[in-house]
C-alpha cells in the first residue's frame, strides 16, 4: 500500500488529513481513488459489515438496501448551525453558534471518535471536471455508507487532485457518525474557513456534505461574494416539436416533487406531437452570469440524486423507475422475503414484508412500510432523459426561474412576475406546508424563500439583495413564475392533475420566456386565460380552471399579513424594495 503522501498528491490536503487522524485516532486510514473496483470492495465490506443489504440480483441489480437509525431519518435543522464571528452574519433564520466556540465544543466530540474504526478520505468534485465553476471538497468520514453515497453523489475520485492542483482551495469536510444520539448532533458550517463539520447523523443532508452543506450552504456564501448563484433548484431542458430546446430552473421546498419534474414524462399528446424532457439536475443549480451573452447560465453541480422514495411509480415517475432498477442504494424502504424491495405509492402491497425498521408487516398494521421520507440513490448515469448537457462545464443557459410551494389554497396555478424585482419578491415569499423531509410537524406553512429557508449559509436579507443586485448584472434575465401544484378544494381533492401535466404550465411559461405567450394582469403577476394554456384532453371544466387561478382577495390579505412575520424577523435587513412591493401587492388586491 502506498503511503499517504503518496496517495494525496496535494499538500495542504496531506497536512489536514493528518491533523485530522490525529484528532479522531482512526485505526487507519483509507484514501478513495472512485474506482469501480474499488466501489465493489467497499459494497461487500458494507454488506459483510451490515449496513447493506443486497437485493434480488434479478429484479434489483446491483442494488442495496439500507436501514438508518430510527432516529436518523432526516435533515435536523435546529442542530443545523451557521458559525462565523458575528451573529448578524448568519441572520435570523438560521441557527448561529460563535466560531471559535463551535470548534472549541466539537473538539471534544470528534477527539478519539474513530478509534477502531477506518477514516475514509473521499476526494470529490462538485461540478463537471475541468469546469471553471467546479469546487473541490475533500470529505473525511468513518462512515462506509456515506462514502459510497458520496462516490454516487458527486464526482469522486482521483481526477480530483487533478481540479484541485497544488492550491488549497477545497471544502474541508469532516464528519463521524459518533454515536448517532440526536441529542449530540451538530452539523456546523465555517464559511469564512470553507470548513464543515459535521458529527452525530448518518443521513443525506447532514452526512453527504458534498450536498446541502457544500454546494447551498458554504457555495451560497462564496457565490455572494463571487458574484453567482448557489440555489435549491431542479434544472430541466424542454424540446418543442421545433427541436428549441429552453432550460428553466425550479425553488421548491424538499419532497414538493422536483425530482418528478425534473424526470417529467410529457402527456401522450404531447408527446405525440415530439416534446421532449431532459434533466440537467432534480436539486441544485449554480448559476453564473456568462460574459458572452450577459444572460444567467447554470450547472447542476451534483452527479447523483437523492430522492424521496414513497409515491414513487411507473405512474408517477417511470423515468425514475427505469434510473432505480439497477445500482441504487435505497434507504428505509420495505423488504420482501424474495429480496424484492416495496414502498407506499408501488402498487398493491405485498401480504407480508420487513418494514423501514426491519419489524414484520402487514397491510392494516397501522404503520408505515417505507419510511415516509425514505430515499434512493442513484448516479444520474442511470437517468434515461438525461440531458447531453449535463456533464458540461459551461452549463446551460437558464430562461426561466419557477418558484413552488405547497399550498392547499390561496395560490393560484401559476402567475409570471411582473419584472425582476416582482419575482425576487414572490420567490422572497414563497410558502409550503412542511413535509417529512426535515423533522418536525408536517403540513403546517411556513414561509421558505426561493426554498433555501434552510440550505441559506448567511443572512437572508443580503441574501435577498444578492438576488436583487444580480440583475443589474444581467443583459437579459430570465422570466421568473410562481407555481402550485397543490391548490386543493373543500373537499381536500386536487384540482390539478400535476405530474406530465405539469408540462402544459410549463409549455406556457417557455412561450413567455420567448415572448409569445399572452396572459392578463392579476394583483399577482400575468396570468394565463384557460385560452393561453393547451387544456385540450385535460378532463378539467371551467369552474376549476376558475378556482385553479383565483386570487381570492380574503385569503390574499391573510397571506400578506402571514408574510409580515417574515418581514418583521428580518427587520432592518429586509431590502427595500421588497418592502415596496409587497406594498404594491397589498395595494392591487
Ligand atoms: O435530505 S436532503 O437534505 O439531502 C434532501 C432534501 O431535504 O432536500
Ligand atoms: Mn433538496
Known amino acids: 500500500m502506498a503511503s499517504l503522501s503518496e496517495q494525496i498528491p496535494n499538500r495542504h490536503v496531506q497536512r489536514w488529513?493528518?491533523?485530522?487522524?490525529?484528532?479522531?485516532?482512526?485505526?487507519?486510514?483509507?484514501?478513495?481513488?472512485?474506482?469501480?473496483?474499488?466501489?465493489?470492495?467497499?459494497?461487500?465490506?458494507?454488506?459483510?459489515?451490515?449496513?447493506?443489504?443486497?437485493?434480488?440480483?434479478?429484479?434489483?441489480?446491483?442494488?442495496?438496501?439500507?436501514?438508518?437509525?430510527?432516529?436518523?431519518?432526516?435533515?435536523?435543522?435546529h442542530c443545523t448551525f451557521i458559525c462565523t464571528p458575528e451573529k448578524r452574519e448568519a441572520g435570523p433564520t438560521n441557527n448561529w453558534l460563535d466560531d471559535r466556540h463551535a470548534y472549541a465544543m466539537l473538539e471534544a466530540h470528534f477527539q478519539g471518535c474513530m478509534k477502531g474504526k477506518t477514516m475514509f478520505v473521499v476526494p470529490f468534485i462538485m461540478g463537471p471536471a475541468g469546469s471553471p465553476l467546479a469546487k473541490v471538497g475533500i470529505q473525511l468520514t468513518d462512515s462506509i455508507y456515506v462514502a459510497i453515497s458520496m462516490g454516487i453523489m458527486t464526482r469522486m475520485g482521483r481526477q480530483t487532485w487533478d481540479q484541485l492542483g497544488s492550491t488549497d482551495d477545497f471544502t474541508r469536510c469532516l464528519h463521524s457518525v459518533g454515536d448517532c444520539d440526536p441529542k449530540r448532533r451538530y452539523i456546523c458550517h465555517f464559511p469564512h474557513d470553507n470548513t464543515i463539520w459535521s458529527y452525530g447523523s448518518n443521513y443525506g443532508g447532514n452526512a453527504l456534505l458534498g450536498k446541502k452543506c457544500l454546494a447551498l450552504r458554504i457555495a451560497s456564501f462564496l457565490g455572494r461574494k463571487q458574484g453567482w448563484m448557489a440555489e435549491h433548484m431542479l434544472l430541466v431542458g424542454a424540446t418543442n416539436p421545433q427541436g428549441e430546446t429552453t432550460y428553466v430552473t425550479g425553488a421548491f421546498p424538499s419532497a414538493c416533487g422536483k425530482t418528478n419534474f425534473a424526470m417529467m414524462v410529457p402527456p401522450a399528446?404531447?408527446?405525440?406531437?415530439?416534446?421532449?424532457?431532459?434533466?440537467?439536475?432534480d436539486d441544485i443549480v449554480w448559476m453564473y452570469v456568462n460574459q458572452r451573452d450577459g444572460r444567467l447560465w447554470a450547472i447542476n453541480p451534483e452527479a447523483g440524486y437523492f430522492g424521496v422514495v414513497p409515491g414513487t411509480s411507473e405512474k408517477t415517475n417511470p423515468n425514475a423507475m427505469t434510473a432505480i432498477r439497477h445500482d441504487t442504494i435505497f434507504t428505509n424502504v420495505a423488504l420482501l422475503p424474495d429480496g424484492d424491495v416495496w414502498w407506499e405509492g408501488k402498487g398493491d402491497p405485498p401480504k407480508e414484508c420487513l418494514d423501514w425498521r426491519g419489524e414484520k408487516w402487514t397491510p392494516g398494521c397501522g404503520r408505515p412500510a417505507a419510511h415516509p421520507n425514505s430515499r434512493f440513490t442513484v448516479s444520474m448515469w442511470n437517468?434515461?432523459?438525461?440531458?447531453?448537457?449535463?456533464?458540461?462545464?459551461?452549463?446551460?443557459?437558464?430562461?426561466?426561474?419557477?418558484?413552488?410551494?405547497?399550498?392547499?389554497?390561496?395560490?393560484?396555478?401559476?402567475?409570471?412576475?411582473?419584472n425582476w424585482s416582482h419575482g425576487v419578491y414572490l420567490g422572497a415569499t414563497l410558502s409550503s406546508e412542511t413535509t417529512a423531509a426535515a423533522t418536525g410537524q408536517v403540513g403546517v406553512v411556513r414561509r421558505d424563500?426561493?426554498?433555501?429557508?434552510?440550505?441559506?449559509?448567511?443572512?437572508?436579507?443580503?441574501?435577498?439583495?444578492?438576488?436583487?443586485?444580480?440583475?443589474?448584472?444581467?443583459?437579459?434575465?430570465?422570466?421568473?413564475?410562481?407555481?402550485?401544484?397543490?391548490?386543493?378544494?373543500?373537499k381536500g381533492q386536487y384540482l390539478w392533475p400535476g405530474f406530465g401535466e405539469n408540462l402544459r404550465v410549463l409549455e406556457w411559461m417557455i412561450g413567455r420566456c420567448r415572448g409569445r405567450a399572452s396572459a392578463r394582469e392579476?394583483?399577482?403577476?400575468?396570468?394565463?386565460?384557460?385560452?393561453?394554456?393547451?387544456?385540450?384532453?385535460?378532463?378539467l371544466d371551467a369552474e376549476t380552471w376558475q378556482r385553479l387561478q383565483a386570487v381570492n382577495a380574503k385569503e390574499m390579505q391573510q397571506?400578506?399579513?402571514?408574510?409580515?412575520?417574515?418581514?418583521?424577523?428580518?427587520?432592518?435587513?429586509?431590502?427595500?424594495?421588497?418592502?415596496?412591493?409587497?406594498?404594491l401587492t397589498a395595494a392591487a388586491i
Open 449 to 490: 424563500p426561493m426554498a433555501m429557508r434552510p440550505f441559506c449559509g448567511y443572512n437572508m436579507g443580503d441574501y435577498f439583495r444578492h438576488w436583487l443586485d444580480m440583475r443589474k448584472r444581467l443583459v437579459d434575465p430570465p422570466r421568473i413564475f410562481l407555481v402550485n401544484w397543490f391548490r386543493k378544494n373543500e
Open 559 to 583: 397571506e400578506l399579513a402571514s408574510q409580515q412575520e417574515l418581514y418583521d424577523q428580518l427587520g432592518d435587513d429586509m431590502p427595500r424594495e421588497l418592502v415596496w412591493q409587497r406594498e
Open 269 to 281: 399528446d404531447y408527446r405525440k406531437a415530439g416534446w421532449k424532457i431532459s434533466t440537467v439536475g
Open 17 to 77: 488529513v493528518h491533523d485530522c487522524a490525529e484528532k479522531c485516532s482512526p485505526a487507519s486510514v483509507r484514501v478513495l481513488d472512485g474506482s469501480p473496483d474499488e466501489k465493489q470492495q467497499l459494497l461487500a465490506e458494507a454488506v459483510a459489515n451490515k449496513v447493506l443489504i443486497p437485493l434480488n440480483r434479478q429484479k434489483w441489480p446491483g442494488c442495496y438496501l439500507h436501514r438508518s437509525h430510527p432516529q436518523d431519518v432526516a435533515r435536523t435543522e
Open 522 to 539: 392579476t394583483a399577482l403577476g400575468w396570468s394565463p386565460t384557460a385560452n393561453d394554456l393547451n387544456l385540450g384532453g385535460l378532463d
Open 383 to 418: 437517468n434515461p432523459i438525461l440531458d447531453p448537457k449535463a456533464d458540461d462545464p459551461v452549463g446551460v443557459p437558464v430562461s426561466g426561474i419557477i418558484f413552488g410551494g405547497r399550498r392547499s389554497d390561496t395560490i393560484p396555478l401559476c402567475v409570471q412576475s411582473f
